[in-house]
């Protein structure tokens, strides 16, 4: 919370200066060229964009992320087998569960939501935290009635890793590092550091691969992955790949592999979206929903929740991924 009241001051105080600096630069060419510029307008536009800025601020701390939308997506592949024609992953992401303050009420309305919609396979893509495993004691209830068909599949985002945090000793982060997959896995959940599963559907199979967090872009904190030997036994199949960071993808995972799909998180669309404009596009290239490059696609998820406890026009999200035999 003091987080957000410090950066919503500092933002609104840009807000307010830039007319400030507009009308000192005006009153300047007036001076030169013997005119006066009014300074009430200068004014009226900081008082009124200061004002949108703080309403704007209220509405995502007590509206914005406390709602969620469900976006689906129907994906065809030519190699997908007959009999995982249909098959549904639901995808979730950055929950941040330090960020949503108690309101184990939120989780279990998603809870609820991700169930109903009946999925083969639930994908987490990273950052079930914020700082530490505590977080997750009081949502561990929650957790645990996630439902798929073949499981619930996860991997470490860079928050997971504990790196925003000061210990006395490094081997302490290591151990709590340690404790989140242990808690994870007491869930049921199948926590795939750099390496894959096989699902069945009669004699036909798929792979999910699962990189630990290998960021190659502008939030480069962690980068612990290592796609070859995650995907090593599975290259002839056909593979959903999660990766936390998408700037994994241009990076590493289309010129190194031939990987069909991949699930992504981590943008949170900067927790900031005007229509389909996010400031996060200055940093991701690929930072919000579907991308596609020669056939293959990438999806990256906005996530549910946030360090920062406001969302303004970046609604959390729950995906649906349908695929679909070509």
Known sequence: MKFLIVTSLLLGSILFVFPQVLYGLAALVGKLFVFKVSYKPFLFASIILVSIWFLAVIYGYFIGRTRY???????????????FDGYRIVQISDLHLDGLRGNTGFLDKVVESVNALQPDMICFTGDLVSFTHEEMDAYIPAL??????????????????????????????????????DKERSLGWNVLLNESRIVYRGK?????????????????VVKRGKLLAAQSGVESMFRILLSHDPSHWKAEVLPQTDIPLTLSGHTHAMQLRIGKYTPSAWLYPECDGLYEEQGRYLYVNIGLGGTLPCRIGAIPEITLIELKKN
């Open 144 to 181: 645990k009635k996630l439902q798929a068909r073949d499981g619930v599949y996860s991997v470490l985002g860079n928050h997971d890793y504990a790196p925003y945090v000061s210990f006395p000793k490094e081997s302490m982060r290591s151990e709590a590092v340690h404790a989140l997959i």
């Open 69 to 83: 939308e469900i976006k689906q997506e129907s994906i065809s592949f030519a190699n997908l087998s007959d009999s």
């Open 204 to 220: 036909d199979s798929i792979a999910i691969v699962g990189v630990e967090n290998q960021s190659c872009g502008a939030h480069s």
